[in-house]
């Protein structure tokens, strides 16, 4: 069976008022990680200004003052400069967002099997939280 280093990996963009997440986005965030359902390979901030100049911080520069002055990143400049340009163009101007680059813990052994088989995953879309809900509480009505 083929052995991974890392599983899949994904990039999140979360969006939220302000210059820094609230205690309770960071929250969120070390919930999954310490469940283990993620690994956070490196995570940026980046603030639009109204004008749409952005600016990006490393978790090093602002770890502290969000309260994730303890975290420790697995592979930190997995995100490119071009990522973030490209995910920055969704941030609305005058607000801010954390870009996350997670691995998903929980699909590895699925892609380690996929490889031993030589199937590759062709195609991954996600479907957000919300609009699943909103499209099952319609089917429910």
């Known amino acids: 069976m083929a052995q991974f280093t890392y599983g899949p990996v994904e990039l999140i963009l979360v969006g939220f008022e302000g210059e ?3 205690p309770e986005i960071v929250s969120a965030f070390e919930a999954v990680i310490d469940a283990g ?33 303890d975290l420790v990143l697995e592979a930190t400049g997995l995100a490119s400069v071009d990522d973030v340009e490209e995910l920055a163009a969704d941030i609305p ?29 062709i195609s991954s879309d996600r479907i957000p ?13």
């Not at 490196?42 to 100049?53: A, C, M, N």
């Not at 699925?110 to 490889?115: N, P, Q, T, V």
Request: net charge negative.
């Open 20 to 22: 820094r997440p609230g």
């Open 37 to 69: 359902t993620v690994r956070l390979l490196d995570l940026l901030f980046v603030t639009k200004s109204p004008e749409g100049d952005l600016t990006v911080l490393e978790l090093e520069e602002a770890g502290d003052e969000i309260g994730f002055g």
């Open 93 to 121: 101007a005058g607000s801010s967002a954390a870009l996350l680059v997670v691995e998903l813990l929980w699909a590895k052994g699925l892609a380690e099997k996929l490889a031993a088989g030589r199937g590759v995953v």
């Open 129 to 141: 939280a919300p609009v699943v809900n909103e499209v099952m509480a319609a089917i429910a009505d």
